[in-house]
Each structure stands twice: as structure tokens, then as C-alpha cells.
């Protein structure tokens, strides 16, 4: 299925919602989209495409390119009538996007994926969740799109890995937004500085790192007293889970970069913080997801028991990933202390 065929679902299959109200006042949101290869430029097309359909229309799309002059060149012609800006800061998704919210005007900036599509209340259902000062940031729900099917051995509590929400993520309130579908309020990063440059994903970057908007998220609740980030489902958009994704060598590389990751964030913010929702989320989510597979393994199902196996071996992973980060951080603290005394 293309991405373009995402946005012709049948909107009964994707979520069952209450209807979105379209009270959104004089909210003005400009749409990031950062891209950075010419393999993707079906799908960097198709995202502009499905943000041009929405039916609260965006004040402007800002399509940053990073560090690729061909690719920047070819889509300024291409899209003469989107913003198409480079990257001015670190190569990377957070320079990247650093540099969209710097060029943007709205009253809220929204990120999407430069390999998804939205559907046209997107961001319909993002400017109705912000009724109050209060809540600075708004994200949605994001579902795979596979390039063949989902595997069978393939958990939902882990659909994090390729980009998409988990099973087991409740409408409200939340700690962190997920990077590809999430808003946030223009002047919050005025307040506490962009996305940090030390974490998420490059091109030259040989493990899919993650976590710079968790670690942004955390960062805001931090330096803003009562700032809250809500989890609105009727903002969807189709995320492609292409065939290399589907392999179970890529679950654990992915999981093992989130470990790397996540130690990175606890460094930044602290592990109290940066470890809360994740603790949480072993407890309830996996811990359920391992007996569900288990008692279908008991009915007759396999499947089951593999997924089952999949979530033991996924969290094992990610926390070796995050073991070999914590050591790593201490390692380079300890060696800039000492060039500190030397």
C-alpha cells in the first residue's frame, strides 16, 4: 500500500473517536517537515500533499532540508509554493527541526515525519486539544503503514520501533509526545531552548537514535510549573514501516539504540524523570502484553508466545542498550572532569 492510499482509508478501520470540534478560535499552526534524501522524495511529496488537504489549513508549511543542496534545490522547484528552507544548524532531525521552529510564525508548531501522511483533520484534532495556556503541546495517534503486513511475531507494545504509538498509550495527559505527530506552543521554545542536537536521528548516524522529544518534553515540565502534553487520537497519520523494518534484526537494533538513547536522557534530565514513563510502562503494558501472548500460545495460537518471546527479548535488549549508555556517559564525564583538573 502507498502513502497515498493510507489517506483513502475507511475512516471507521483507523479509530473509533468522538467527533472533532472545530472551535479552534484564531490558533494559527505552521507544519515542519524535515527531509533529507532523494529516496524518500515520493513520500516527502505525499506528507506536503496530505498537510495541503487539511481542513483547518496549516498558516504555512516549512520543508527543512538537511545539509542536502541537490535535494533542496530540486524541492524548491518542485513545491514553489511550501517554504522549502536548509537545515542552519547540526546535520541531523533535531538541527533540522531547530530550524523550522526558527522560520516559523504560528501560534503552534507541528512536526510530521518526512516518510508519513496525515489525515485531514490532523490538525483539526491538534488545534481543538489546546483549551487552555495551560497545555503546551498536543500529539497524535501514529499507525504503521507496512510495506507487506505486519509480522506475526510482532508486538504492539512495541510499535515505538517503527515510529508508531504502542498499545497501551491512554487519551489525556502523558508525560512526552512522539516526535513524527506532536505540536507544541511557539513560545515554549523561547522559553527552554530547541531539541537537543546530541540526540535523534542523522543521516551519517549508523544506529536509529531517538529520544530528542522526550527529552525536550521533560525539559519543558521541568522549567514551566503546570505545563502539560496531551495525547489526542484524533490527530492520526500513517506512518510507512518499509520491509527493512519488518525484520527482527531491526526490532533489536532499534531497541538497543533506544537504550542508548534513553541513557542519554537521563542524563540530560535525570533518571527519575526520564525513566518514570518507562518504568510504567513495563509494569502495565509489557507485563499484560507477555501473559496475553502466553495464554494465546496455551489456546492454540504460536503467534503468541513468539510475540511474547519478542517483548522479552525487545525489553532485555533496550535495557542492555541503555546499561552500555549509562557506562558510556559516566566513562566521558569522569574524562571531563579529569581534563578539568589536569
Not at 6 to 22: G, I, K, N, S, W
Not at 109 to 136: G, N, R
Amino acid at each position: 500500500m502507498t502513502l497515498d492510499e493510507a489517506m483513502r482509508h475507511d475512516e471507521a478501520t483507523v479509530v473509533e473517536r468522538e467527533p472533532v470540534q472545530p472551535d479552534t478560535g484564531s490558533l494559527t499552526i505552521s507544519v515542519v517537515i524535515c527531509a533529507y534524501t532523494e529516496q524518500l522524495w515520493d513520500d516527502v511529496l505525499a506528507a506536503v500533499r496530505s498537510v495541503q488537504k487539511q481542513a483547518l489549513p496549516p498558516l504555512e508549511i516549512i520543508l527543512v532540508v538537511d545539509h542536502n543542496p541537490a535535494l533542496f534545490a530540486r524541492l524548491t522547484a518542485e513545491l514553489p509554493e511550501v517554504c522549502v528552507i536548509e537545515n542552519r544548524e547540526e546535520r541531523g532531525l533535531s538541527g533540522g527541526k531547530n530550524t523550522g521552529v526558527a522560520r516559523a510564525r504560528g501560534d503552534v508548531v507541528a512536526f510530521l515525519d518526512d516518510d508519513a501522511v496525515a489525515e485531514a483533520e490532523w490538525l483539526l484534532a491538534m488545534a481543538a486539544a489546546y483549551t487552555s495556556p495551560q497545555i503546551v503541546g498536543v500529539g497524535g495517534r501514529t499507525l504503521p503503514l507496512w510495506e507487506t503486513a505486519r509480522p506475526n511475531w510482532f508486538p504492539e507494545e512495541f510499535d515505538w520501533v517503527i515510529g508508531c504509538t504502542f498499545v497501551g498509550r491512554p487519551p489525556g495527559k502523558v508525560r512526552n509526545l512522539l516526535g513524527g505527530n506532536a505540536s507544541f506552543r511557539r513560545h515554549v521554545f523561547d522559553a527552554v531552548g530547541g531539541f537537543p542536537t546530541g540526540l535523534g536521528r542523522t543521516a551519517a548516524s549508523s544506529r536509529p537514535l531517538g529520544c530528542e522529544e522526550t527529552e525536550f518534553c521533560i525539559r519543558v515540565s521541568q522549567h514551566i510549573p503546570g505545563a502539560i502534553f496531551l495525547y489526542e487520537p484524533g490527530a492520526v497519520i500513517w506512518h510507512r514501516a518499509p520491509a527493512a523494518r519488518e525484520r527482527f534484526s531491526y526490532f533489536l537494533s532499534r531497541c538497543y539504540a533506544e537504550g542508548l538513547s534513553k541513557a542519554l536522557v537521563t542524563r540530560s534530565v535525570g533518571v527519575e524523570d526520564g525513566l518514570a514513563t518507562e518504568r510504567e510502562y513495563v509494569r502495565d503494558a509489557l507485563r499484560k502484553g507477555v501473559l496475553r501472548g502466553v495464554g494465546q500460545g496455551v489456546r492454540g495460537e504460536p503467534a503468541g508466545l513468539t510475540r511474547s518471546g519478542a517483548i522479552v527479548a525487545g525489553l532485555g535488549v533496550t535495557a542492555w542498550g541503555y546499561g552500555i549508555g549509562r557506562m558510556r556517559t559516566r566513562r566521558t564525564a569522569r574524562s571531563g572532569m579529569a581534563t578539568a583538573t589536569a
